[in-house]
């Protein structure tokens, strides 16, 4: 599992995606959240010589504690979680597509409980949850490695588009109340854009 | 944008070392992590530790001193701190009566504190500041956000925590006081963060923002702009409402503790003017402001407009906003 070779290509699909998610924050949240995202990335990429001999659990964890110190607002912790989470459930260097799902699986639930939030209040939770459900029911399936991404890259960004028509309950939107109709949650963009972007890769593979 | 700027990434570690060489009297400036304490530190008192996105200077570096915090931890702009900043500014501070951590109610800020205080080997407790009138609290929300109304609080529980106080008579005090406050802000203009470089919201030359926040997030509604008087009445309206919607009886004893704050972009004359229509309203309600604060306290970078909180005084609460203080942004008896 090259978690480096994801990193940077996450790193280059949010810079080909700056305008948008920082269009949609400035609409409804308060315009940081690319600047949060890029802060993180490239502090995570600034390791890359001390992550490359670690081990798959530790590399997790390391950005983990990275993310937590550098990027701060909600998404830092929100994510910090996420990587930690990883590091605790994957541990074997080469885990199968069923412990990956599983380890997101839980990964998001970290996530879910740090931001004492859920589906369907329009925010990142709307695309990693979903996307959750669907990777797990997906890895224990017979479809092929490409096929399931194929899959799960389609389910992500109709998941971040159906945030659209959702009311916003939590997160720096939330006062907006139903002036953010019709703009998608920048934090479900944003996990879409990643998942995404690994999705792509592998489907090519 | 037409900032006073070098290189965008530099602005913050810019700032705060100019604050620290302004103030080296008072003030001791940490970088790697960032945080900011007072010169010397009392570690037998309880320790008061702030802190959020920076933008909205004085808070809370500014209000480190005697009376008030002992550290404040500023995050990127408008983003809030990590947590290894408030757990190396607790560890340099040392508490022999514990830490509190004084939060604004904002889901990262709060993220972040509770990281903190899970990790931190020090006794501490937390107070959470949600004095906004203009988010209406349900449980399907946030809740309502931490505003101009922490300045009180900082004020009040740093008082006491000077006084002698516990961490647990720290903490019902801070409660108490920002049950007590409420506040709610306009905005004429949006602010624009130095890294992002432009405007964060768009708004008409015409057109205010009714209950924005003070990152310059959206409040109430957006509306044409009116004579001054009519808009400051909306506001004590909007916080009267809310004092009702908290069931705390005012009366024609009630006094009063006034903040005209500005967000930044406004003059003191338009603060001053605001001060003064709004006494002219409570007035109507036989309500007497009795304290007064006018000036940038819980700014939102260059944003114009201003909010106005209102918190509803008890003798205890009097005295010890009375009490000396003395921090780079607010002095008084000494």
Redesign the interface.
């Known amino acids: 599992m090259d978690i480096l070779k994801y990193i940077a290509l996450i790193d280059h699909a949010i810079n080909e995606n700056e305008s948008e998610i920082?269009g949609l924050d400035?609409a409804i949240?308060?315009?940081?959240h690319f600047?949060?995202l890029k802060?993180g990335i490239t502090a995570i990429l600034s390791m890359t010589d001390q992550l490359s001999t670690m081990t798959v659990s530790e590399q997790f964890k390391m950005i983990g504690m990275k993310v937590?110190?550098?990027?701060?607002?909600?998404?830092?912790?929100?994510f910090a979680t996420f990587f930690l989470e990883m590091g605790k459930h994957i541990t074997d260097s080469k885990p199968s597509l069923q412990i990956i799902a599983e380890a997101f699986s839980k990964a998001v639930d970290g996530i879910k409980q740090?931001?004492k939030s859920d589906v369907g209040q329009k925010t990142m939770l709307d695309v990693l949850i979903p996307v959750a459900a669907k990777f797990q029911e997906l890895a224990s399936s017979n479809m092929s490695t490409q096929e399931i991404a194929a899959d799960i890259n389609h389910f992500a960004i109709d998941c971040a588009h159906k945030t659209k028509d959702m009311l916003p309950?939590?997160?720096?939107?939330?006062?907006?109340g139903e002036?953010a109709l019709g703009h998608m949650d920048p934090g479900a963009k944003s996990c879409q854009v990643m998942i995404s972007a690994v999705c792509q890769h592998i489907q090519g593979e | 944008m037409k900032k006073f700027l070098n290189n965008p990434e530099n602005f913050l570690k810019e700032s705060l070392s100019g604050l620290g060489k302004a103030h080296r009297d008072l003030l001791q400036v940490h970088f790697d992590?960032t945080f900011v304490t007072r010169k010397s530190i009392n570690s037998d008192k309880v320790i008061l530790v702030s802190g959020g996105?920076s933008g909205h200077e004085p808070l809370h570096a500014g209000l480190i001193g005697h009376g008030m915090l002992d550290a404040a931890c500023p995050?990127?702009?408008?983003?809030?701190?990590?947590?290894?900043q408030m757990m190396a500014a607790v560890d340099f501070c040392k508490p022999n009566k514990g830490a509190l951590f004084i939060v604004k109610n904002?889901?990262?800020d709060v993220?972040?504190f509770?990281?903190a205080a899970e990790m931190t080997s020090y006794e501490n407790a937390s107070i959470l500041v949600n004095d906004d009138a203009?988010?209406i609290d349900s449980s399907?929300?946030?809740g309502k956000?931490g505003v101009a109304g922490t300045v009180i609080v900082e004020k009040i529980v740093g008082s006491l925590a000077e006084n002698g106080g516990d961490l647990k008579s720290c903490v019902d005090l801070g409660n108490e006081v920002n049950q007590r406050c409420s506040s709610i802000g306009v905005a004429l203009s949006s602010c624009t963060?130095p890294?992002?470089g432009?405007p964060?919201?768009d708004i008409e030359d015409d057109q205010i923002e009714f209950?924005v926040?003070i990152?310059?997030?959206?409040?109430r509604r957006r509306e044409q702009i009116r004579p001054a008087q009519t808009i400051v009445k909306d506001m004590i309206e909007a916080i009267i409402e809310d004092f009702k919607g908290k069931n705390l009886a005012l009366s024609n004893n009630t006094e009063l503790l006034m903040i005209v704050n500005g967000f930044g972009g406004t003059p003191l004359s338009e603060l001053y003017l605001i001060y003064e229509n709004a006494c002219e309203i409570l007035s109507g309600y036989q309500l007497n402001v009795v304290r007064s604060l006018v000036g940038n306290y819980t700014t939102a970078l260059d944003m114009e407009g201003a909010s106005v909180t209102l918190c509803i005084l008890n003798d205890r609460i009097k005295n010890h906003w009375d009490a000396p203080v003395h921090t780079a942004s607010l002095r008084w008896g000494v």
């Open positions: 920082e400035r949240g308060d315009g940081d600047i949060n802060r937590l110190s550098t990027v701060g607002g909600a998404s830092g912790p929100l740090r931001g309950t939590k997160g720096r939107s939330s006062g907006l002036r | 992590p996105g995050g990127h702009v408008f983003t809030s701190p990590t947590p290894d904002y889901s990262g993220m972040n509770e990281m203009a988010v399907y929300t946030t956000r963060i890294e992002a432009k964060t919201f209950g926040g990152h310059g997030e959206p409040g």
